[in-house]
């Protein structure tokens, strides 16, 4: 099991990171990388006993990849890993809003609490900023490339399974650019070996994207089905049941190769490869990458009601 870094109350917070006064800031307005982190370590002050925050590792720019455990001495394990692609802003602020609704209202659902909540809301910290401050619809992270002329590499396809398969030439300076080895970049290093160290623990793996109301399954990079298709079928399915019945917004599930097409080294395959219980890939909101603030909470609302059922799926409680 991954070590779990705990910082306490009294003056064990790192000295670089400030507190928010307001923590329900996060569901109004898009936070910056560093708002992001006092947003978690507000919540690590005033409910110690209940949340960790973990370093990770760090990006080529130096920034934490910081991930916020809720119920953390609980077992079973619910991990959900949002932004790897730098645009999705989406993920990210429904990432915050999920923590949010743990934390601060976690007495309205017991059922959770059976789980231990591992979330990392934003996996790709420097992407994240250069779509802030630079190009929004920018989508790698942000490491330099052998060429000493193009940065970044499309996380979503640089995971160290069936990588070497894809036989399409892409060029570092292509968006889809899936680096220079599997497993190249720091921050998918750092997801790996997060799968890596409690995969037996693990319920459910979500990779937490926009947009295209999809919940994609194993395998990505084969129309052959996973061995265990039919759970991972059903929790997804319940999943997009869960939207449909109270947004009535209608969400596909299927592999990627059946909805999209054949992707390489992707996060659900590397989960799957490790056999870990149930591995899903979820594409949030039919409304583009850029959307109003006033639209976080709605969002927020969506990915959390389709996580909840699944969690609770994949656990065998529906």
Not at 141 to 153: E, L
Not at 260 to 287: A, F, H, K
């Amino acid at each position: 099991m991954c070590s779990i870094s705990i910082f306490l109350l009294l003056g064990a917070i790192h000295s670089s990171i400030s507190v928010i006064d307001d923590p329900t800031d996060a569901l109004h307005r898009f936070l910056s990388y560093d708002e992001t982190n006092e947003f978690m370590f507000t919540l690590l002050q005033l409910f110690p006993k209940q949340v960790s925050v973990e370093k990770l590792g760090e990006t080529w720019l130096g920034r934490d990849i910081n991930m916020m455990t809720i119920n953390y001495n609980a077992r079973d394990t619910i991990v959900l890993v949002a932004n790897l692609h730098a645009r999705e802003w989406a993920a990210m602020t429904t990432a915050l809003f999920i923590i949010f609704e743990l934390v601060y209202n976690g007495h309205h659902h017991p059922e959770l609490s059976q789980f231990r909540w591992m979330i990392v809301p934003i996996a790709n910290p420097d992407g994240y900023e250069f779509t802030r401050e630079r190009d929004r619809y920018w989508s790698k992270n942000r490491s330099p490339q052998p060429d000493s002329q193009t940065f970044g590499v499309d996380l979503n396809g640089n995971f160290a399974y069936k990588w070497e398969e894809n036989d399409r030439p892409v060029e570092p300076k292509d968006r889809t650019y899936n680096g220079p080895e599997a497993g190249s970049e720091p921050e998918t290093r750092a997801i790996s070996k997060l799968l890596e160290s409690i995969g037996p623990d693990i319920l459910l793996f979500v990779d937490m994207h926009t947009f295209g109301n999809h919940i994609f399954h194993p395998w990505s990079y084969t129309t052959e089905p996973a061995e265990n298709v039919e759970l991972t079928k059903a929790v997804a399915h319940a999943g997009a049941d869960a939207i449909r019945f109270k947004y009535e917004e209608y969400y596909t599930v299927g592999t990627p190769s059946q909805l999209y097409r054949r992707v390489y080294g992707t996060p659900i395959d590397y989960c799957q490869s490790l056999r870990i219980r149930v591995c899903l890939w979820l594409e949030m909101t039919n409304s583009g990458f850029q959307f109003e603030a006033s639209r976080i909470m709605r969002y927020g609302e969506e990915g959390w009601t389709a996580i909840k059922a699944m969690a609770l799926k994949a656990a065998g409680v529906l």
